[in-house]
C-alpha cells in the first residue's frame, strides 16, 4: 500500500524551486497610477534592515543581505526548505484565501493578489488585499456588532496583508506581547509608502491556525507625510525609517550591479546590546537571559555539533569533522542525502551532552534542535514526535534514532563469502608485503576452535580454489596462551576482502556500505559469525543476553546497526581497555537483552525512541561543526538524529572558502569593496 503522506512530500521536493521570492512569470504589474505595465521578474519587496539598538550598536531584523544577493542572482538553492515546511507555508496561503472570501462577503473587497512594481528601487511585490474603509453597523438596542459593515464616505483604501501563525513562542510574541516579525513589518512599510497619499495606513493582520479564544491580531502601521516617521499602533518606531529601508535596497542593488557580495549579517557571540534587547523583546528566554548575565552562557544566531561526534555516511560512520559536500548522509526518512555545507569554529556559547539509554552521547551547543518524542503515561509514547532544543530537553523525552532502510542486493553472496568477512573483521589481518600490496591473510583463533578453521577452510575452497591453505598452533610468549593461526596466501581472496572492508589496525577497521545494506537475513548471519569471532552468549533461565566487543567504535555502531535492522535493540557501552597489554583505546561493547523491557526503548515504524537518561554541561571547550543537508534538512549521529545546524537556502554559496572561513563547501567567486559599497550609500 503506497504511503500518501511520503508521495505527497516526495512531490513537494522535486517540483518546489524555493524561488518563491521572485515574481517569476510576465504576469501584470500595476504602477502607481493604477496603469497596467508588462515587466520581467523582479524581486520581491523582501529585505532586512538594520534597527538602531544604541549609538553604538545594530541588530538585523529580516532577511539577509547577502541571501537577498542570492535570490537577485537566481542562484541555485543549496538548502531547500524541506517538505513539512513547504506545506506550512501552502496553509499560509490557504488562510489568506478563506480570509478573502469574508472579506468579499462583507462587501469590502476591493482586489486581491495585485502585482506592483516600483521602478525608483526596482521592487515588486504583491499585494493581499485592498479593502474599502469601513466601520461595523451597531445594534441599536443591545450595543453589538451585527456581522454588517457600513463603508465610510468619502471611500477611501487601505492594504491589508495576512499572515498566519502556529505555536506557543509566536502566540507569545504576537497575540500576548504585540511583537510583528520585522519582515512582514518591512514588506507591509513599502507597499504603504509606494501608494501615499492615497492609502493612509496598512492592516497587517495575523491569524492563529491553532485552537482557543485567541483568534489572531491586527497591527495598524502608518508613515507620516511630512516626516516620513513609521508608527506601529500609534507608537513612533525609533530604530529606523523608510531612508533606511531603501538605503539598504540601493547597497542590495550595488552588489548585484557590481557582483560584489555582501559581508554576511550574522554572529557568532551576540554583543551585550543585542542580548538586552532580545531579552526585552521576548526572543531570549528569562532563564537564558540569567545565565548569559552569570557568564554561564552565549548567545548567538548558530548551532553546532562538537567535534569528534560520529554520523552515518553512506560511507560508513565518520567523524564530523571528516565530513564534505561529497557526502551523502543518512537522514529521518532512513534515506541518504547529499550534503550541501560543512562549517567549523570554536564555540561561543554553552556545550550540553546528552545521553539516551542504548545510544552513544553527543555533544551539541544548548540551542541545536533534536528530533524527539514526548514520552506518555507509563513506557508508551504519545505519538508526539518533533524538533526541540538541546537545552530545553528532559527525562520526558526520547531520542529519536532512524534506522537505514537501504537493501541492496550483490550476486553470488553467499554464507561463505560471509563467513570469510565476518571472521576477518574480528579475527584476521593482512600481512607481508609483495611489490608493495598484501597478498597473505592471517587469521587467529582460540586453539580449541577447530571448527571455525575447518568452515573458513571450506569457504576458501569454494570461492578461492587455488589458495595456498595451512594453519598451526602458536604460543603467545607474553602469557604462555595458545591460539590457532590460520595463513591464506591468495591475490584474489585479499581484494575481495579489500573490496568490502575498510583495512587496518583493529581499532580502524569497519565494512564498507556494501555489506550494511545486504539484506537482513545475510546480515543475520554476519552478526552470527562476529559474535562467534569476538562476542559470547549468555544463556539464563528467562533470558539470553549477546555481546560483541571491538576496539573500533565504528565498528561497533555498525554492529549496533545491523541489530536495529533485525528489529533487536542492542546498547553500546563504552570502557577504557584495562586488558590491552597497555593500550590506552577504549573498548567498545554492543550488548542484546532478549527481555529487556519497553523502559528502555522501543521500534517503531522503522525507528528506535531511547529514552533520555541524562543532559550534562560540557566544561571542555572543542570544536564545534555546521552541516547543511539536502532534502530533509537533518542527519544521523550515534546518539539520534539532529537537525541542520542553521537554515539559510544559501548556506553552501554563503559558506565558501572564498570568504576566509574554514568551510568545506561550494561557493561562488566575489568579494565585498567597503570603499565602493560606501559610495552606494
Request: hydrophobic fraction near 35%; aromatic fraction near 12%.
Amino acid at each position: 500500500m503506497p504511503n500518501l503522506i511520503d508521495s505527497v512530500n516526495a512531490h513537494i521536493a522535486h517540483n518546489f524551486d524555493g524561488l518563491d521570492y521572485l515574481v517569476r512569470d510576465k504576469n501584470a504589474f500595476h504602477a502607481r497610477d493604477g496603469s497596467v505595465v508588462f515587466k520581467t521578474p523582479f524581486p520581491k519587496a523582501e529585505l532586512a534592515i538594520r534597527k538602531k539598538l544604541n549609538l553604538a550598536t545594530t541588530k538585523v531584523e529580516g532577511k539577509c543581505m547577502r541571501a537577498l544577493f542570492y535570490d537577485w542572482q537566481r542562484a541555485v538553492i543549496s538548502n531547500p526548505m524541506e517538505a513539512n515546511s513547504i506545506r506550512t507555508m501552502n496553509l499560509g496561503s490557504a488562510v489568506e484565501s478563506v480570509e478573502q472570501n469574508y472579506y468579499r462577503a462583507l462587501g469590502v473587497l476591493h482586489s486581491a493578489h495585485i502585482r506592483l512594481w516600483n521602478p525608483e528601487y526596482n521592487i515588486s511585490g504583491e499585494i493581499d488585499n485592498l479593502v474599502w474603509e469601513y466601520e461595523d453597523e451597531i445594534d441599536a438596542k443591545t450595543g453589538s456588532i451585527t456581522g454588517k459593515v457600513i463603508i465610510k464616505e468619502p471611500r477611501r483604501l487601505i492594504g491589508v496583508e495576512i499572515k498566519s501563525f502556529y505555536g506557543y513562542y509566536a502566540e507569545r510574541e504576537i497575540l500576548e506581547n504585540g511583537n510583528p516579525k520585522w519582515n512582514h513589518v518591512l514588506q507591509s512599510l513599502i507597499y504603504l509608502d509606494y501608494y501615499k497619499p492615497n492609502i493612509p495606513y496598512w492592516l497587517l493582520v495575523y491569524l492563529t491556525r491553532g485552537g482557543g479564544p485567541k483568534i489572531g491580531r491586527q497591527f495598524k502601521l502608518q508613515i507620516s507625510k511630512l516626516s516620513g516617521e513609521i508608527f506601529i499602533d500609534g507608537v513612533l518606531i525609533k530604530e529606523f525609517t523608510m531612508a533606511d529601508v531603501y538605503s539598504r535596497f540601493k547597497k542590495a542593488q550595488f552588489h548585484v550591479e557590481n557582483g560584489k557580495i555582501p559581508d554576511r549579517e550574522f554572529v557568532y557571540n551576540y554583543p551585550q546590546e543585542m542580548v538586552e534587547y532580545k531579552a526585552k523583546v521576548g526572543d531570549i528566554s528569562a532563564t537564558d537571559f540569567k545565565k548569559w548575565k552569570n557568564d554561564e552562557k552565549y548567545i548567538s544566531d548558530w548551532q553546532c555539533l562538537s567535534e569528534g561526534t560520529m554520523v552515518r555516511s553512506k560511507s560508513g560512520w565518520m567523524e564530523v569533522e571528516k565530513i564534505t559536500v561529497a557526502d551523502e548522509v543518512l537522514s529521518s526518512d532512513g534515506h541518504f542525502h547529499s550534503v550541501n555545507a560543512v562549517k567549523s569554529d570554536m564555540p561561543k556559547k554553552q556545550l550540553l551532552k546528552v545521553k539516551a539509554y542504548n545510544l552513544s552521547p553527543i555533544v551539541a551547543t544548548e540551542d541545536h534542535k533534536i528530533l524527539v518524542e514526548k514520552k506518555g503515561q507509563g513506557n508508551k509514547g504519545t505519538g508526539d514526535v518533533k524538533w526541540v532544543e538541546l537545552g530545553k530537553l528532559s527525562t520526558k523525552y526520547r531520542m529519536a534514532y532512524p534506522i537505514n532502510r537501504t537493501v541492496r542486493l550483490i550476486d553470488n553472496f553467499d554464507t561463505e563469502k560471509l563467513t570469510i568477512l565476518g571472521f576477518y573483521i574480528t579475527e584476521g589481518n593482512l600481512c607481508h608485503k609483495f611489490n608493495g600490496k598484501d597478498y597473505r591473510i592471517i587469521y587467529c583463533f582460540n586453539s580449541q576452535e577447530l571448527a571455525y578453521a575447518e568452515r573458513l577452510r571450506r569457504a576458501f575452497k569454494k570461492h578461492f580454489p587455488n589458495n595456498k591453505f595451512t594453519q598451526r598452533q602458536i604460543v603467545d610468549k607474553r602469557n604462555g596462551n595458545k591460539y590457532l593461526q590460520i595463513s591464506i596466501t591468495c591475490r584474489e581472496a585479499v581484494k575481495f576482502i579489500e573490496r568490502y572492508v575498510n583495512i587496518g589496525k583493529a581499532y580502524e577497521k569497519s565494512f564498507k556500505e556494501e555489506i550494511m545494506t545486504l539484506s537482513v537475513a545475510k546480515q543475520r548471519y554476519m552478526l552470527q559469525v562476529m559474535v562467534e569471532g569476538d562476542g559470547s552468549i549468555v544463556m539464563t533461565r528467562n533470558s539470553r543476553t549477546v555481546v560483541y566487543t571491538s576496539t573500533s567504535k565504528k565498528l561497533a555502531l555498525q554492529f549496533q546497526e545491523m541489530m536495529f535492522r533485525q528489529g533487536k535493540i542492542a546498547g553500546i557501552v563504552e570502557q577504557d581497555n584495562v586488558g590491552g597489554y597497555g593500550s590506552k583505546r577504549k573498548v567498545y561493547h554492543v550488548r542484546h537483552y532478549s527481555n529487556a523491557q519497553s523502559r528502555y526503548g522501543y521500534i517503531r515504524d522503522g525507528i528506535y525512541f531511547s529514552p533520555i537518561m541524562e543532559i550534562t554541561k560540557e566544561e571542555v571547550q572543542r570544536k564545534v561543526y555546521d552541516i547543511s543537508v539536502e532534502d530533509t534538512q537533518d542527519f544521523l549521529t550515534e546518539g539520534g538524529i539532529v537537525h541542520n545546524c542553521n537554515y539559510c537556502p544559501y548556506l553552501a554559496e554563503c559558506w565558501s572558502p572564498i570568504y576566509g572561513d574554514k568551510v568545506r563547501g561550494a561557493g561562488k567567486k566575489g568579494e565585498t569593496n567597503a570603499k565602493e559599497e560606501k559610495k552606494a550609500d
